[in-house]
């Protein structure tokens, strides 16, 4: 199994995971939060093209996320899973796609990938996380949340590799001249995690196979990639892990496991 990030920030958001081996391997997309033209431009810079996935999933209904999923859907034939909460929130019910509808913690096979959706706090209808299996490995994904619960420490225990969001720095976002409802928004229990909220997830995963760390969903104007990486090898300490940050302009080049 090995994913990349097509990009990741409020501009836009989209992740590929491919697994199996051969001529023909799984890929499916994990959000599409560009335009079309653009998605298909990134995803040619990862050596793909949209008529080679075999699903797009959808977290939730945020442009960023959903984009031009219900389009490229129908341009290339591809099924669509959500939530069904999300589905009506951006009109996939009735939008003449081939909409699959997912529920909490019910394990899905795509070709040779098992996908779990779990449930997540956010200020969204329905909102779904993921985390992805090949059988040998394990890739967690957690972003766009406001705080950590015990299921989510529970469904990303023992990963091989997590994407983490890492939006913001506390004292980044008290100082911006975001409006006072958009701070309280963003660092709400439904909003964004911050740095030392990522870290508090971090710390209480059982992280005993955990080889791959990337920090996610960084606000350009309220956080740094110094800042988040600091923040995880702070909990980290010594650990022989690597940890990569995704970048809005060009997301993380593909990570094997």
């Known amino acids: 199994m090995r994913f990349a990030s097509l990009g990741s920030g409020s501009e836009g958001n989209a992740l590929v995971v491919e697994a199996g081996s051969g001529a023909r391997p799984t890929r499916v997309l994990l959000d599409c939060g560009f335009s079309g033209k653009e998605v298909e431009r990134r995803l040619a810079r990862a050596g793909l093209a949209a008529d080679g996935l075999d699903a ?39 939008a003449g796609v081939d909409l699959r509808v997912l529920w909490g913690d019910e394990t899905v096979e795509i070709g040779a990938l098992g996908v779990l959706p779990y449930t997540v706090p956010h200020d969204a209808r329905e909102p779904l996380q993921f985390a992805f299996s090949d059988g040998a490995a394990r890739l967690g994904v ?3 949340v406001g705080e950590s619960t015990p299921h989510i420490a529970t469904v990303l ?4 590799a997590l ?14 001249r975001y409006p006072p409802s958009l701070k309280a928004r963003i660092g709400g229990s439904h909003g964004h995690l911050n740095n030392e909220a990522a870290g508090a997830i971090l710390a209480g995963l059982d992280c005993s196979k955990l080889r791959h760390l990337i920090a996610a969903h960084l606000s350009q104007q309220n956080n740094t990639p110094e800042l988040a990486r600091a923040a995880m090898a702070a909990v980290l300490g010594n650990a022989a892990t690597e940890i990569g940050v995704a970048s809005q302009a060009e997301g993380f080049d593909w990570v094997a496991l």
């Open 142 to 144: 957690l972003t766009d």
């Open 163 to 176: 994407v983490l969001e890492c939006n913001h720095d506390l004292a980044m976002l008290a100082a911006s």
């Open 157 to 160: 225990g023992g990963c091989d």
């Open 56 to 94: 797009i999933l959808i977290t939730h209904e945020h442009s960023d996320h959903i984009g031009s999923a219900l389009t490229l859907a129908r341009r290339w034939s591809i099924p669509l899973y959500m939530s069904w909460g999300t589905a009506q929130a951006v009109g996939a019910d009735e």
